[in-house]
């Protein structure tokens, strides 16, 4: 069946009569927004007619039809298919490998970073901080940590605990996290 075999005026005019009619029920049953919506979906038809809308979205259908029936039994196409898998799953492994070692190599910098400061510094964070074992930090922190005055630290909060807690890292990381995500 080709296009030029089927009359499209009369089926267009034939749609855009039905639909007017159906939206002015419509406009009787529901009022005017829901009307003026579907007068809008009748008018479509007869524009698409009058552009030549119809024939192109006839020919595209038809290339579709022919690419779908030559594929289906196709090999050669087949194995096309077969190729652009392995490229797609090469591409992703690919972008992958690359995510991991740039985050590997930021954390192992940032350890890095924390060992000269624990070294070079005799504060008591930092001599926490020479205590915990590599691997165990959940997320490396950009800032620095102030040393906090224990003295004063404790005198302000003297109420609430009895004696200051040894510092753990991984809880001042963990800290951080839930501070900056507002928890």
Do not use: H, N
């Amino acid at each position: 069946m080709s296009y030029s075999s089927i009359a499209w005026l009369p089926l267009a005019l034939g749609l855009t009569i039905l639909g007017l009619v159906l939206s002015y029920l419509t406009y009787r049953r529901r009022g005017l927004r829901p009307a003026m919506m579907g007068t809008a979906w009748s008018l479509l038809p007869i524009a698409a007619y009058l552009t030549g809308s119809i024939e192109m979205l006839w020919k595209i259908g038809a290339a579709i039809g022919q690419f779908g029936s030559g594929f289906v039994f196709s090999p050669m196409k087949w194995a096309g298919i077969g190729v652009t898998g392995l490229a797609i799953a090469l591409f992703l492994a690919a972008g992958g490998r690359t995510r991991r070692k740039a985050s590997r190599d930021a954390r192992r910098a940032a350890r890095g970073g924390r060992r000269d400061e624990a070294e070079g510094s005799d504060t008591p964070a930092a001599l926490g901080k020479a205590k915990s074992t590599p691997g165990t930090q959940i997320l490396p922190t950009d800032r620095q940590r102030v040393p906090v005055d224990r003295a004063t630290a404790s005198t302000s909060a003297k109420g609430s605990r009895k004696s200051a807690p040894p510092d753990d890292d991984d809880l001042k990381d963990i800290e951080d996290i839930l501070r900056k995500r507002g928890i």
